[in-house]
């Protein structure tokens, strides 16, 4: 049997400061046999798309391949070009991408993407272009080949789209699949689907599968091999089970108890961290601050019966109904949840109790008052937020610590409370203050997000997504810390999350969103372990198991 | 700041570092013209109606104390030149100045808070857009003239031509700044800021603007071409600057007239120093505009 792909000690340099070299990929070597789905895991920064692209002949100057071999299709990559001689990317390689919206041209139809690479490879006609891509569509489980053939992109989902990427990097049946993140940009539902539909694909058509993933819900599920890589070096390598079920790397165990655990609750995530002795100081200091932390279990913040639309309304036009009759309480102390796919109206109902979005119908109270759109200054202060994306939450041309202390000033905190105290109490230096946020790592930047949501020493922190851009040693972390904000000043939290896991680990109760309306409203333990709404267990089921991991390691001391 | 112009001196290519450089020569011989200046054009006590229209210095009949000769009335025309290229810059320099105050202030507030403003706003910024510019700027510059009796004083003359050009380029700021108001307010860290309950006028001032002053900056070099040369254009056709207090454009409507009695100079070396200029400036300032394009980032 002939591998699909054989890499041998590749080594990559970028050039760095006057002279030096930087070895993005050093000494990695691995083979994929035909059929077979080979995992390449790592946080960002390792160097597995570097990888990738060294495959496809893509790898940008700087970048330069310095050692090593590459076969593909029984043809080896000559290192002076960076090229594989005689290799037909396309052909012989198939490329999925992360982002099927931007992987299609938005103005060809989809017939013409898919019959454009086949009549050039394979030099065919049009009709038989046209029947082998229904064909294919079919293959990939597109319903209705025929309408969808001459329609464009925009015209079909997100899933849909990645189905046609699959179809279009299969056209000219390659013995080398290379996909890089295929399911990052897809919601659970969509990703358990096309991640069958690789598993399926790779089987019959007896493809090489180089899959390149930081999720290791998705190695666990369908990779066969599986490479742990860190700082362009490989960690860890072998069959997934093994690895994954009896890591014996340090970092691969560390990295694999940083995931979060759908079956499981833990205390904390068991990552190595410094947690000195000035963080918990400073994060005591904080906790007399939360008011009426004492009285917990009360009623903090209540929704009855919101709805929120966007638009319309000229000529009672109908506007688009984000969230519809959406009723929860928050307690006083509790981490409240809200899951959902994208779309489901998760991120609008916090916008609105934030008060960026107003609400029409059904009303919000916090501390038993009623929650306007307008409101007082005490309570903007008592509700913050902290947001999804690190690098568009902070300001580039403010120095973290004026960031941190425009609201202590605004809000007028005053006693004591320093941007420094914060950053302490957020696990960052003193030091951190004078930098601008381009100096800081993403989970950094959203250490510093939580700080400045913490200067207005607030009763409710409202978390969007505050993790799902980052790598997961460092979600372990963020979350770690937000958990230890929770326990030490008795702050109230409302999460918003797509990712179930996580939730799970974070919550005591969780509202389960769908379509803008809440299906299932639940105890954490009760949600994960006897789902009464179709739509959650539906949701359950699709995460990708971990079966197979490695029980966390037991933290001293946790 | 410093590191910055170091980083852009450092990526420069040639041509711009030139036009970089004769820019910035002749703006500082401007501003420094009372001192550098042999003689004070604007002051009938320093020059001799017997010394007019001689030719530059090299030219047969020329006379040494005048480098560039004379003009009609025995003026230095070095010197006019200079003090011209003062009153051309400082009026530019004034036009770009109200431009930006009033588009930049009613860009924030049409891209921040949308709505009536905004449609407003920029209604009124297509009326101005469909109108030429000149037309525009001489009936600024004929009304105000109607209305105020010594509109030729050295006073009221260079207010009236910074408004009559000012009027014109406040629709580019006010179109750039709304456009890059729009994407900084959707970004979370204003959307932080909003939740904090911090005063508008604070947000708009603090946050928004200095994250889009880069591409504030780079219409503000090109605009200075084009108000120093609507200046002169109105100068020469006899509504700006008056011959007694002569810009670039003045000098070269009074040279114009005796170009075709062999008398080439006058007319001639205040043209050539108002096409280097406004060439600089344009250069350098189409540089900064690819610089500050994030679009063509990295592909200089």
């Excluded at chain 1, 059904?362 to 409101?375: D, E, V």
């Excluded at chain 1, 949701?539 to 198991?545: F, K, V, Y």
């Excluded at chain 2, 706003?121 to 297509?126: E, G």
């Excluded at chain 2, 043209?271 to 990295?298: C, H, Q």
Aim: aromatic letters at 6%; glycine letters at 10%; proline letters at 6%.
């Amino acid at each position: 049997m002939t591998a699909a792909l054989e890499i041998d000690g590749l080594r990559v340099e970028y050039p760095r400061g006057e002279d030096g070299t930087f070895a993005a990929v050093d000494d990695l070597s691995l083979v994929i046999g035909a059929g077979e789905i080979h995992a390449l895991v790592g946080e960002s920064g390792a160097g597995k798309s570097t990888v990738g692209n060294c495959i496809m002949g893509l790898l940008d100057p700087p970048g330069r391949i310095t050692a090593g071999s590459i076969r593909v299709a029984s043809r080896s990559l000559d290192i002076a070009t960076g090229q594989v001689e005689g290799l037909r990317p396309g052909r012989d390689i198939g490329a999925i991408f992360q982002d099927p919206m931007t992987a299609l041209n938005p103005l060809f139809t989809i017939g013409r993407q898919l019959c454009e690479g086949m009549r050039h490879h394979l030099k065919i006609g049009r009709s038989e272009a046209r029947a082998k891509a229904l064909e294919l569509m079919r293959a990939v489980e597109i319903p209705d080949p025929e309408t969808r053939f001459d329609q464009y992109p925009h015209q079909l989902s997100g899933g849909q789209r990645q189905r046609v990427v699959i179809a279009s990097a299969l056209s000219c049946d390659p013995g080398l699949l290379v996909a890089d993140e295929p399911t990052t940009a897809l919601d659970v539902s969509v990703q358990a689907t096309i991640l069958d539909l690789l598993r399926d694909l790779a089987s019959r058509r007896k493809l090489g599968v180089l899959l390149i993933t930081h999720n290791m819900g998705v190695v666990a599920q369908i990779s066969d091999k599986v490479t742990i890589m860190r700082h362009g070096r490989i960690v860890e390598h072998g069959a997934s089970r093994q690895v994954l079920g009896e890591p014996r790397a340090d970092y691969a165990r560390a990295l694999i108890g940083a995931v979060p655990r759908l079956d499981r609750k833990l205390h904390r995530f068991p990552v190595t961290e410094t947690q000195n002795t000035a963080e918990t100081a400073a994060q005591a200091r904080l906790a007399g601050r939360v008011r009426g932390a004492t009285d917990e279990g009360t009623d903090l913040l209540s929704l009855d019966n919101v709805g929120i639309t966007y638009g319309g309304g000229f000529f009672g036009a109908p506007g688009f109904k984000a969230v519809t009759g959406a009723s929860f309480t928050v307690k006083r102390g509790e981490i409240f949840g809200i899951v959902g796919e994208s779309g489901s109206g998760k991120s609008s109902l916090a916008s609105a109790i934030a008060g960026l979005l107003p609400i029409d119908e059904g009303q919000m109270r916090f501390c038993g008052q009623p929650l306007k759109m307008r409101r007082g200054q005490s309570v903007r202060q008592a509700i913050q937020m902290i947001f999804q994306d690190p690098y568009s939450s902070l300001n580039p041309r403010l120095r973290t610590g004026a960031a941190i202390r425009e609201p202590l000033d605004f809000f007028g905190a005053g006693d004591g409370l320093t941007p420094e105290t914060l950053f302490e109490a957020v696990g960052l230096p003193q030091e951190a203050a004078g930098r601008f946020p381009h100096a800081f790592s993403g989970g950094q930047r959203q250490r510093v997000s939580i700080a400045r949501a913490l200067a207005g020493q607030p009763d409710l922190l409202i978390c969007d997504e505050p993790t799902s851009a980052l790598d997961v040693s460092v979600q372990a972390r963020v979350l770690n810390l937000l958990k230890d904000l929770r326990d030490r000043t008795g702050l109230t939290m409302l999460f918003i999350s797509h990712d179930l896991s996580v939730v799970r680990q974070m919550c005591d109760r969780v509202a389960v969103m769908k379509s803008g309306r809440i299906v299932e409203l639940e105890e954490a333990e009760t949600l994960f372990t006897r789902p009464r709404d179709p739509y959650t267990r539906d949701l359950l089921s699709l995460i990708p198991t971990l079966d197979g991991l490695a029980p966390a390691p037991q933290l001293a001391g946790a | 700041m410093a590191s910055t112009m170091k980083r852009l001196t450092r990526v420069m290519p040639p041509y711009v570092m030139v036009a970089a450089a004769v820019g910035l020569l002749i703006i500082l011989a401007a501003i420094f013209a009372p001192w550098i200046a042999p003689q004070d054009p604007t002051s009938t006590m320093s020059f001799n109606l017997m010394d007019s229209e001689l030719p530059p210095m090299w030219v047969e009949g020329g006379d040494p104390r005048y480098l560039l000769g004379t003009d009609n009335q025995g003026r230095d025309l070095l010197s006019a030149i200079l003090y011209g290229t003062r009153i051309s810059v400082m009026i530019g320099a004034g036009a770009v100045l109200l431009a930006a105050t009033v588009g930049v202030s009613l860009g924030l507030v049409a891209g921040y808070f949308g709505g009536w403003a905004e449609t407003v706003a920029m209604r009124v910024a297509d009326v101005f857009l469909s109108l030429p510019a000149i037309l525009l700027a001489l009936l600024v510059a004929g009304i105000a003239r109607a209305l105020i009796p010594d509109a030729d004083s050295v006073f009221w003359a260079p207010i009236i031509l910074i408004a009559a050009i000012g009027i014109n380029e406040w629709v580019q700021y006010a179109r750039t700044t709304r456009a890059s108001t729009m994407v900084e307010a959707s970004r979370d860290y204003v959307r932080a800021v909003r939740i904090m309950g911090l005063p508008r006028w604070r947000i708009l001032f603090r946050h928004i603007l200095p994250n889009i002053v880069g591409p504030i900056l780079v219409i503000s070099t090109i605009n200075l071409a084009a108000a120093v040369l609507t200046e002169a254009t109105l100068s020469f056709l006899g509504v700006g600057m008056p011959p007694d207090y002569p810009s670039l454009g003045t000098l070269i409507r009074i040279g114009n007239e005796f170009a075709f009695s062999g008398i080439w100079w006058i007319t001639l070396f205040p043209a050539v120093t108002l096409v280097a200029l406004v060439l600089a400036v344009n250069i350098t300032g189409d540089w900064l505009r690819d610089r500050f394009n994030p679009k063509l980032e990295g592909k200089s």
